[in-house]
């Protein structure tokens, strides 16, 4: 049975920084790919950043140079570093797993963890 579960979410004021954390059991975390998703009140759920197996990384262009995805194989665990937070990044975030290496197209993987709250105070 797939397991994420994601942790690190929390109320912060606007420019601050947190760092959310989603740990795998149940797949072979080392060749999945992992991603994280947030889903802000009232909208779809849009992807934020992916990280392959190799550990490449793409981000959405709404937090390119303030977030950074990264994972530690050895923990199975991926995170997201946030910094410079705005009020329009709270949202619940989401930990995504997929069976492939890589998301080679723009859908998500079949794993999702129960997501983690994100409030920015402004």
């Known amino acids: 049975q797939v397991q994420l579960v994601e942790s690190g979410g929390g109320l912060v004021q606007a420019g601050g920084s947190l760092r959310l954390s989603c740990t795998a059991s149940?797949?072979?975390?080392?060749?999945?790919?992992m991603a994280w998703y947030r889903q802000a009140p009232g909208k779809q759920r849009e992807l934020v950043s992916t990280?392959?197996?190799?550990?490449?990384?793409k981000s959405a262009d709404s937090v390119k140079g303030r977030f950074t995805i990264s994972r530690d194989n050895a923990k199975n665990t991926v995170y997201l570093q946030m910094n410079s937070l705005k009020p329009e990044d709270t949202a619940v975030y989401y930990c995504?797993?997929?069976?492939?290496?890589?998301?080679?197209?723009?859908?998500?993987?079949?794993?999702w963890g129960k997501g983690t709250l994100v409030t920015v105070s402004s």
């Open positions: 149940g797949i072979t975390f080392s060749i999945s790919a």
């Open positions: 990280i392959t197996a190799g550990a490449s990384t």
């Open positions: 995504n797993a997929n069976k492939l290496p890589s998301y080679s197209d723009s859908r998500p993987g079949p794993y």
